[in-house]
């Protein structure tokens, strides 16, 4: 920059040249308004407003950015707003999973309509990266007669599972169901939607920790009823559990299971508060709290506060509902918290009928952005130590494990099954099925596809009968994408996929079944000897116990004799000089 240009941007800095030209176009405007009239009124008009947003951006102190750029400081704003739109639409690339690449959404919308999803010209995804992975097909490729895949919980008819307080209604559920998510998170419209949806497709629908609502009871779909910390739909006003609400619910026969929420993947440990402004009287009604009061939902529940008493309160519910399956969902944390429940339940011969591994990449629900990136342990690492932990005490046959947290595609279902999943949960997906264009804005409350929202006018936008009809598609083709898989692995059922069935890339020359690379615990292991076991069970089984969260003490070994200072620096000096003459 010249001597010159930097002393006349001294005296007028050029970032205020917007401004000035707003003013200056203003006066000339009002001049040329007098002299010829008509639409150069238009001018002085809009140009004087802009003049005056550029006096208020001087004069406020908020953004130091409109302060020092008046008027086209606002330019910022505005593309940084639409930012999100334009990197979606035209910049992100198919498989950039953001949380869910476009190919991904593709695949969703396309099976929801029930048009073709075949790609010509073969796989965009480049084979030879790490970590692509496979299903090694067979020569003898089998041919089902049925793609309506499903697993007994809680037993069979007619044959209990061991154990006490055993259930006695077993369930026949699909291996592919609707993940948890509540009415009011939701728009009434997407409630009834993938009620009817699931009841056309025969598959199970979770209510969220919010309850039942009148939405989730008019087309009559199976209902899987979590109960959470506060209790909805079974409290009292103190909001402690209720044995008599708790009944009135469970019986329903449309109430499949009852699925007891520890925490989930989006937020793990971190509890939650509904606003008063938010808790409509359909909202009050569904979750049995007064209208217009803040609605707490704790981080940890009351009924119970050790892993003896959550198997206890396990059996008390399966007595309360009548003998109906009764299952945890939970995030995984501390190993040792796990393991206390695994001897919980070996202790007490309680044994949860399901246990839903919720991975911390899940995202039904809004969290702080600490807890969605960095709390939790992902589904991957989760299902594997619940599934050893459980043939390690000889207990997997009697729980049955569902998986939950980006599940998409029948290849997704097939490689959590590998990792010892007996079914899939799925909630993201299904609101795409409904129309969620992934706008990122359901906690805001202006949802543009009418799905997270309490909207009237914009609930509008989700036709239910529309909408219900796609997720019908969406779970039948993708459970015909899950049988043509199943098919060409030579296998008869999805239950038969294990981890020799899936191959990993790890470089350019070395590929691995999957089974080589996690670890894989032999039946009743975990009752006898550590010695060969992977480390976490070394580490931290013999520190968990029955009766407490807390972990417990490990044993006093003898410590090393305190040394001085003095004596650690005369030490580190004789051996900085041994290896000084080691050298010479």
Same mark, same amino acid.
């Given at each position: 920059?010249?001597?010159?240009?930097?002393?006349?941007?001294?005296?007028?800095?050029?970032?205020?040249?917007?401004?000035?030209?707003?003013?200056?176009?203003?006066?000339?405007?009002?001049?040329?308004?007098?002299?010829?009239?008509?639409?150069?009124?238009?001018?002085?008009?809009?140009?004087?407003?802009?003049?005056?947003?550029?006096?208020?951006?001087?004069?406020?102190?908020?953004?130091?950015?409109?302060?020092?750029?008046?008027?086209? =400081?606002?330019?910022?704003?505005?593309?940084?707003?639409?930012?999100?739109?334009?990197?979606?639409?035209?910049?992100? =690339?198919?498989?950039?999973?953001?949380?869910?690449?476009?190919?991904? #959404?593709?695949?969703?919308?396309?099976?929801?309509?029930?048009?073709?999803? !075949?790609?010509?010209?073969?796989?965009?995804?480049?084979?030879?990266?790490?970590?692509?992975?496979?299903?090694?097909?067979?020569?003898?490729?089998?041919?089902?007669?049925?793609?309506?895949?499903?697993?007994?919980?809680?037993?069979?008819?007619?044959?209990?599972?061991?154990?006490?307080?055993?259930?006695?209604?077993?369930?026949?559920?699909?291996?592919?169901?609707?993940?948890?998510?509540?009415?009011?998170? /939701?728009?009434?419209?997407?409630?009834?939607?993938?009620?009817?949806?699931?009841?056309?497709?025969?598959?199970?629908?979770?209510?969220?920790?919010?309850?039942?609502?009148?939405?989730?009871?008019?087309?009559?779909?199976?209902?899987?009823?979590?109960?959470?910390?506060?209790?909805?739909?079974?409290?009292?006003?103190?909001?402690?559990?209720?044995?008599?609400?708790?009944?009135?619910?469970?019986?329903?026969?449309?109430?499949?299971?009852?699925?007891?929420?520890?925490?989930?993947?989006?937020?793990?440990?971190?509890?939650?508060?509904?606003?008063?402004? +938010?808790?409509?009287?359909?909202?009050?009604?569904?979750?049995?709290?007064?209208?217009?009061?803040?609605?707490?939902?704790?981080?940890?529940? !009351?009924?119970?506060?050790?892993?003896?008493?959550?198997?206890?309160?396990?059996?008390?519910?399966?007595?309360?509902?009548?003998? +109906?399956?009764?299952?945890?969902?939970?995030?995984?944390?501390?190993?040792?918290?796990?393991?206390?429940?695994?001897?919980?339940?070996?202790?007490?011969?309680?044994?949860?009928?399901?246990?839903?591994?919720?991975?911390?990449?899940?995202?039904?629900?809004?969290?702080?952005?600490?807890?969605?990136?960095?709390?939790?342990?992902?589904?991957?690492?989760?299902?594997?130590?619940?599934?050893?932990?459980?043939?390690?005490?000889?207990? #997997?046959?009697?729980?049955?494990?569902?998986?939950?947290?980006?599940?998409?595609?029948?290849?997704?279902?097939?490689?959590?099954?590998? /990792?010892?999943?007996?079914?899939?949960?799925?909630?993201?997906?299904?609101?795409?099925?409904?129309?969620?264009?992934?706008?990122?804005?359901?906690?805001?409350?202006?949802?543009?596809?009418?799905?997270?929202?309490?909207?009237?006018? #914009?609930?509008?936008?989700?036709?239910?009968?529309?909408?219900?009809?796609?997720?019908?598609?969406?779970?039948?083709?993708?459970?015909?994408?899950?049988?043509?898989?199943?098919?060409?692995? =030579?296998?008869?059922?999805?239950?038969?996929?294990?981890?020799?069935?899936?191959?990993?890339?790890?470089?350019?020359?070395?590929?691995?079944?999957? !089974?080589?690379?996690?670890?894989?615990?032999?039946? =009743?292991?975990?009752?006898?000897? /550590?010695?060969?076991?992977?480390?976490?069970?070394?580490?931290?089984?013999?520190?968990?116990?029955?009766?407490?969260?807390?972990?417990?003490?490990?044993?006093?070994?003898?410590?090393?004799?305190?040394?001085?200072?003095?004596?650690?620096?005369?030490?580190?000096?004789?051996?900085?000089?041994?290896?000084?003459?080691?050298?010479?």
């Amino acid at each position: 920059m010249s001597a010159s240009s930097g002393r006349f941007t001294g005296l007028f800095p050029i970032r205020y040249t917007v401004m000035v030209l707003c003013v200056v176009g203003t006066i000339v405007g009002l001049g040329a308004a007098v002299a010829w009239g008509d639409w150069w009124w238009l001018l002085p008009v809009v140009l004087g407003g802009l003049a005056v947003i550029g006096l208020l951006d001087l004069r406020q102190t908020r953004h130091a950015v409109l302060r020092n750029y008046p008027v086209i =400081g606002h330019m910022r704003f505005m593309l940084e707003y639409i930012r999100p739109e334009i990197r979606q639409y035209f910049i992100e =690339g198919d498989h950039e999973n953001l949380p869910f690449s476009r190919a991904q #959404r593709s695949l969703v919308y396309q099976r929801s309509k029930g048009v073709s999803d !075949s790609r010509p010209f073969g796989t965009l995804l480049d084979v030879s990266a790490p970590g692509y992975e496979w299903v090694n097909h067979s020569m003898l490729p089998t041919k089902l007669a049925s793609q309506d895949f499903r697993v007994w919980i809680g037993g069979t008819p007619g044959q209990p599972l061991p154990g006490a307080e055993v259930c006695t209604q077993p369930y026949h559920a699909s291996v592919f169901n609707i993940s948890a998510m509540s009415f009011g998170a /939701l728009s009434a419209n997407a409630v009834l939607a993938l009620n009817l949806g699931a009841r056309t497709g025969g598959f199970a629908h979770d209510t969220g920790e919010g309850s039942i609502s009148k939405y989730h009871r008019e087309h009559g779909g199976d209902l899987i009823w979590q109960i959470a910390s506060g209790y909805f739909g079974c409290r009292n006003p103190d909001g402690t559990f209720s044995d008599e609400k708790f009944v009135e619910n469970a019986r329903d026969p449309q109430v499949k299971m009852i699925e007891l929420k520890l925490s989930q993947g989006a937020k793990p440990g971190h509890g939650g508060m509904l606003l008063g402004a +938010k808790v409509t009287p359909e909202i009050a009604a569904a979750r049995g709290i007064p209208v217009g009061k803040d609605c707490i939902s704790p981080p940890s529940h !009351s009924a119970f506060s050790t892993p003896l008493e959550l198997m206890h309160f396990i059996g008390r519910l399966r007595r309360l509902s009548g003998g +109906k399956p009764v299952g945890i969902k939970l995030c995984i944390g501390h190993p040792w918290e796990w393991f206390a429940m695994v001897k919980a339940m070996l202790e007490t011969d309680i044994t949860p009928d399901f246990i839903v591994v919720d991975g911390a990449e899940g995202g039904t629900g809004a969290a702080p952005v600490e807890f969605t990136d960095h709390v939790g342990v992902p589904l991957q690492e989760g299902l594997i130590l619940v599934h050893n932990t459980l043939v390690g005490v000889k207990l #997997r046959e009697r729980i049955k494990i569902g998986a939950a947290a980006k599940v998409i595609t029948a290849f997704d279902i097939a490689r959590m099954m590998a /990792l010892g999943a007996d079914w899939c949960n799925a909630g993201r997906g299904f609101m795409l099925a409904l129309g969620c264009i992934q706008a990122q804005t359901c906690h805001t409350g202006f949802c543009p596809t009418g799905v997270t929202t309490q909207d009237p006018l #914009r609930q509008q936008a989700l036709v239910v009968p529309d909408k219900a009809a796609r997720v019908a598609n969406f779970h039948r083709n993708t459970m015909h994408a899950l049988m043509e898989l199943v098919q060409a692995a =030579g296998l008869h059922q999805p239950g038969e996929i294990t981890a020799h069935h899936i191959v990993r890339r790890i470089n350019d020359a070395e590929v691995h079944l999957l !089974s080589q690379l996690i670890m894989q615990v032999r039946p =009743g292991a975990l009752l006898g000897s /550590l010695h060969r076991q992977h480390r976490v069970f070394r580490l931290f089984w013999p520190l968990a116990k029955a009766d407490s969260f807390q972990i417990a003490p490990p044993p006093l070994v003898p410590s090393a004799p305190k040394t001085s200072l003095a004596a650690q620096a005369a030490q580190r000096a004789k051996t900085e000089g041994a290896a000084l003459s080691d050298s010479e």
